[in-house]
């Protein structure tokens, strides 16, 4: 079968590799008909973290074509979303929803798992891991498999922004980043109930216009202080209950930490990158800083009604739509800013 593989230094190729075949009763091999290219697949891309070569991607979702003997909870046709860690749904930390953090765990595209821009993958503990979207047999079409798509990653880490912060009802809320995940995050506060949302750091017309899409309410194109003195013109001087960082860098952090009200929170959930905090700024204020890792297959679940039944498109998070053999170009446009997210049709 063909699969994506990351060669370094910004390329990858579409490979031949061995078909997926079961190998612990716990197994199912998924066809995979849909992925996509996260914002981490970039960081890999650009030469910051993993080895090569090694298959990639870890947004995927398809049909179940085989299953182990001891598997439970799919069956062969199922339609399911496959979270962006694998885990086995029994540990400590799977029984208390961190999925994130399974003791028998792990990444796609790491030792020996596949991957997820390909044709097919092997997932490990599929009852732990997948999450079948329909009762039976039945499949999405094309715009709703991509916000079903967002739900193995992209709009899960949103919401687990909005969900981490406790955003509750009344709420003024300020997202930092116009990012797929900021996107996502200002949908997920929407869903919880927040009364304002303000999207701060947009800089870009067409990521304006899609964040009015996904809740905004007002848009602050300004970083740092200005930002800030910005948002306060906005809410007649009042700080925000919660700012989402969805950015993850130093001055996106500290402009969060400046932002919240005193008793707010500052929720976290992109890969923080030369982040340090003065816990003195959080100290006088009271300020709660939370987030972290997404356990996507914990909110799958939550969240999965409100797709279906149409309450939250997140789909359009995907910009643009490329076939698996042009999975280079989807690469390339989006390191060069072409689009947003790539969303790949495998079949
Ligand atoms: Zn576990």
């Given at each position: 079968m063909k699969a994506t593989v990351?060669?370094?230094n910004h390329t990858v190729s579409l490979d031949e590799v061995p078909?997926?075949?079961?190998?612990h009763p716990t197994d199912a091999i998924v066809d995979i008909e849909y992925a996509g290219v996260c914002g981490s697949d970039l960081w890999t891309y650009r030469d910051q973290g993993a080895a090569a070569p090694n298959r990639i991607g870890h947004e995927f979702v398809g049909t179940v074509r085989e299953i182990g003997s001891e598997v439970r909870s799919v069956k062969p046709g199922d339609w399911v979303i496959v979270p962006f860690r694998y885990s086995d749904g029994t540990c400590r930390f799977c029984r208390q929803g961190l999925e994130t953090s399974c003791v028998n765990g792990g990444f796609w595209g790491r030792e020996t798992a596949d991957a997820g821009q390909g044709q097919a993958a092997r997932v490990p503990f599929a009852d732990g891991t997948l999450v079948k979207a329909y009762a039976d047999g039945h499949r999405p079409d094309e715009s709703l498999a991509a916000g079903l798509l967002t739900l193995t990653d992209v709009f899960t880490t949103g919401y687990h922004a909005a969900a981490s912060a406790h955003v509750q009802p009344g709420d003024?809320?300020?997202v930092i980043g116009d990012g797929a995940v900021g996107l996502c995050a200002m949908m997920a506060a929407k869903l919880l109930g927040a009364d304002c949302v303000i999207n701060a750091g947009s800089t870009h017309a067409d990521r304006n216009e899609l964040a009015l899409r996904f809740g905004a309410d007002q848009?602050?194109?300004?970083?740092?202080?200005?930002?800030?003195?910005?948002?306060?013109?906005?809410t007649g001087g009042d700080r925000p209950d919660k700012v989402l960082e969805c950015v993850g860098s130093a001055q996106s952090f500290a402009t969060a930490i400046h932002m919240v009200a005193p008793g707010g929170t500052v929720s976290y959930v992109g890969l923080p990158?030369?982040?340090?905090?003065?816990?003195?700024?959080?100290?006088?204020?009271?300020?709660t800083v939370t987030g972290g890792m997404s356990p996507a297959r914990h909110y799958i679940a939550a969240v999965l009604p409100?797709?279906?039944?149409?309450?939250?498109?997140?789909?359009?998070?995907?910009?643009?739509?490329?076939?698996?053999?042009?999975?280079?170009?989807?690469?390339?446009?989006?390191?060069?800013?072409?689009t947003i997210k790539p969303m790949i049709v495998v079949r």
């Open positions: 990351y060669h370094g078909d997926p075949v079961i190998q003024v809320v300020a848009i602050v194109t300004e970083r740092g202080d200005d930002a800030v003195k910005h948002v306060l013109s906005i990158h030369g982040v340090s905090i003065d816990v003195r700024d959080l100290f006088y204020s009271n300020i409100a797709v279906l039944d149409g309450r939250i498109d997140p789909g359009p998070v995907y910009t643009k739509r490329y076939a698996l053999a042009d999975i280079a170009q989807a690469y390339d446009d989006m390191d060069n800013r072409r």
